[in-house]
Nanobody, 120 residues
Framework: QVQLVESGGGLVQPGGSLRLSCAASGSIFRLNAMGWYRQAPGKQRELVAVITSGGSTNYADSVRGRFTISRDNAKNTVYLQMSSLKPEDTAVYYC??????????????WGQGTQVAVSS
């Protein structure tokens, strides 16, 4: 089992910044891609940003240039630095990771979600 624990959500004014963290723990043989998704009320969950184990990144068009994803492989932790936040960024943000428990068993895990609210 792999557990993902998120932190750093909260309420922020438009134009403000927040940093989300997500730490993976458990019997991890190899951690591959880690990413952030979000789900706003009444909408489907969508990809925000993803980073591979080698550091390659990809962003949703709506956040490119405002959000930065990074990871610390030694700590099995992924971060999402969010700047110039807009009300439309309000959502529950979920951490996601995939990898291997052993050389032949893979996994995909989700965090419990952390609320981000952007409002004046």
């Amino acid at each position: 089992q792999v557990q993902l624990v998120e932190s750093g959500g909260g309420l922020v004014q438009p134009g403000g910044s927040l940093r989300l963290s997500c730490a993976a723990s458990g019997s991890i043989f190899r951690l591959n891609a880690m990413g952030w998704y979000r789900q706003a009320p009444g909408k489907q969950r969508e990809l925000v940003a993803v980073i591979t184990s080698g550091g390659s990144t990809n962003y949703a068009d709506s956040v490119r240039g405002r959000f930065t994803i990074s990871r610390d492989n030694a700590k099995n932790t992924v971060y999402l630095q969010m700047s110039s936040l807009k009300p439309e960024d309000t959502a529950v943000y979920y951490c996601n990771a995939d990898g291997r428990l052993t050389s032949y068993r893979s996994f995909i895990s989700w965090g419990q979600g952390t609320q981000v609210a952007v409002s004046s």
